[in-house]
């Protein structure tokens, strides 16, 4: 596997804060300080990094990082993105999975007419969506579709092992 399909990105460093090394944290996790959650972090400058110690500033979250010790070395790490590895994610549950593992599966209707790929899932105040790639020859001359993600009503089930959502939605939708 590569390098990419084993990592998640969790959030971007900053503008550096201070001039002892400290860093502004942008966070992608649902709860912002989840972030410190997870550690080693690697960054896009591809090196590993251990925080030595983080605080709420404010509205923003600033981190020290061992090795980074100056303004300097804060400014070269600055805009990377903060990645983990996948494996550090936390177990699930039953039949519970992460967003990540959807995106590429096959959508398919209960009679088995092939919706297409999800290509993203995203959150509305309402519900998840899944945003699906139709396939290039759909006979409803569909490019793509949005499905709420609302289990038992519209996802029938996932099937990891086939990389299958079964759906009860209507392909003309």
Same mark, same amino acid.
Do not use: H
């Given at each position: 596997?590569? &390098?990419?399909?084993?990592? #998640?990105?969790?959030?971007?460093?900053? %503008?550096?804060?201070?001039?002892?090394?400290?860093?502004?944290?942008? $966070?992608?996790?649902?709860? $912002?300080?989840?972030?410190?959650?997870?550690?080693?972090?690697? #960054?896009?400058?591809?090196?590993?990094? =251990?925080? *030595? !110690?983080?605080?709420?500033?404010?509205?923003? &979250?600033? %981190?020290?990082? %061992?090795?980074?010790?100056?303004?300097?070395?804060?400014?070269?790490?600055?805009?990377?993105?903060?990645?983990?590895?996948?494996? !550090?994610?936390?177990? #699930?549950?039953?039949?519970?999975?992460?967003?990540?593992? =959807?995106?590429?599966? !096959?959508?398919?209707? #209960?009679?088995?007419?092939? &919706?297409?790929?999800?290509? *993203?899932?995203?959150?509305?105040?309402?519900?998840?969506? @899944? =945003?699906?790639?139709?396939? $290039?020859?759909?006979?409803?001359?569909?490019?793509?579709? @949005? &499905?709420?993600?609302?289990? *038992?009503?519209?996802?029938?089930?996932?099937? @990891? !092992?086939?990389?299958?959502?079964?759906?009860?939605?209507?392909?003309?939708?």
């Amino acid at each position: 596997m590569s &390098l990419a399909s084993d990592t #998640l990105v969790i959030g971007k460093i900053g %503008a550096p804060y201070g001039v002892k090394g400290w860093v502004k944290i942008n $966070s992608y996790t649902d709860e $912002s300080t989840g972030i410190f959650d997870y550690t080693p972090w690697i #960054l896009s400058d591809a090196k590993t990094y =251990l925080i *030595e !110690q983080w605080r709420p500033n404010g509205k923003t &979250l600033v %981190a020290k990082l %061992a090795g980074v010790d100056n303004r300097d070395d804060a400014e070269r790490i600055k805009n990377c993105d903060i990645s983990i590895q996948s494996d !550090q994610l936390p177990a #699930l549950d039953g039949d519970d999975f992460y967003w990540r593992d =959807l995106i590429g599966m !096959q959508v398919e209707t #209960l009679d088995g007419y092939g &919706l297409g790929t999800v290509k *993203e899932m995203f959150e509305t105040g309402a519900n998840d969506v @899944m =945003l699906v790639k139709a396939q $290039s020859n759909d006979a409803f001359g569909q490019k793509e579709r @949005m &499905l709420p993600f609302i289990r *038992e009503s519209v996802i029938k089930s996932v099937d @990891m !092992q086939a990389k299958t959502i079964t759906v009860d939605w209507d392909p003309g939708f």
